[in-house]
């Protein structure tokens, strides 16, 4: 294949690809309905045509006739009046009248053929007109809903794709939010630990507020073990001789005593 016959072939069918985007299959078929009700009314004219030269063809005979019956009359009246030359040019003249409605008759009898004719294919093609214009109203009706379905499987396919979209968008919020919740709760551990300071007490005084806590917290531990060895005192005094638990320590009071001053 030549280059040029390429180019041509590539030519073609991308003319033809453009042209079938662009082409409505409703508007093709109106337009061609348009044109059979054109044709149609051509048809119409054609046949109003042959009934008017029909209609006057069927004057010109009535007043061939009309002027044929006068002429008869005055010929008859001539002859009557002993003018018989008058008599022969009235009949001559009805003889070239006669002749002229022959032609006439036959005439209106091919216009009269002719109209039959047409108004027989008038109404052939409005029939088929009409039954056309019937067809293309259902392909039209059908070609609608399909391009309407068509249209809207298009648009449930976007709206599934957006859905898609939105579900990971969705997902990614959901993610982050989680993040963000772990990441608080994380803090909130550091700050209670002491791992790191409350920004809501950040100042001077909170070393010493931290030390005051410590002191307290210890002196709550030396009351409880106080209270602790006051409660099981009693009950080691019951157990043995309350003698030597009294003497004991004493003793050992006055040992400690002496240790610390020598």
């Known amino acids: 294949m030549s280059l040029m016959k390429r180019i041509s072939l590539i030519f073609r069918s991308k003319a033809n690809t453009a042209l079938d985007k662009a082409e409505d299959p409703r508007q093709t078929l109106d337009y061609s309905y348009q044109r059979q009700l054109d044709l149609l009314s051509k048809v119409r004219r054609g046949v109003a045509d042959v009934a008017t030269s029909r209609k006057r063809v069927e004057l010109q005979v009535n007043q061939l006739e009309a002027q044929s019956a006068k002429l008869s009359g005055q010929a008859e009246k001539a002859i009557g009046m002993g003018r018989e030359d008058l008599a022969r040019e009235a009949l001559t003249r009805k003889s070239g009248l006669t002749n002229q409605i022959t032609d006439l008759k036959a005439q209106h009898a091919q216009l009269q053929g002719e109209e039959e004719k047409l108004t027989l294919a008038q109404q052939r093609l409005q029939a088929k007109v009409e039954s056309f214009r019937t067809r293309k109203e259902t392909i039209k009706a059908t070609y609608t809903a399909a391009e309407a379905q068509t249209r809207i499987g298009e648009a449930m396919s976007g709206i599934g794709e957006e859905m898609g979209d939105v579900?990971?968008?969705?997902?990614?919020?959901?993610?982050?939010?989680?993040?963000?919740?772990?990441?608080?709760?994380?803090?909130?551990?550091?700050?209670?630990?002491?791992?790191?300071?409350?920004?809501?007490?950040?100042?001077a005084g909170d070393d010493i507020a931290r030390e005051l806590d410590s002191m307290s917290s210890q002196s709550d531990v030396e009351s409880e073990l106080a209270r602790l060895k006051a409660a099981s005192a009693p009950q080691a005094i019951e157990a043995g001789d309350g003698d030597i638990l009294s003497e004991e320590p004493q003793r050992v009071q006055r040992q400690a005593n002496d240790g610390s001053q020598g």
């Open 167 to 203: 579900g990971m968008a969705i997902q990614r919020a959901e993610d982050k939010t989680a993040q963000m919740q772990a990441r608080a709760g994380a803090i909130d551990e550091l700050i209670a630990s002491g791992a790191l300071d409350d920004a809501s007490q950040v100042g």
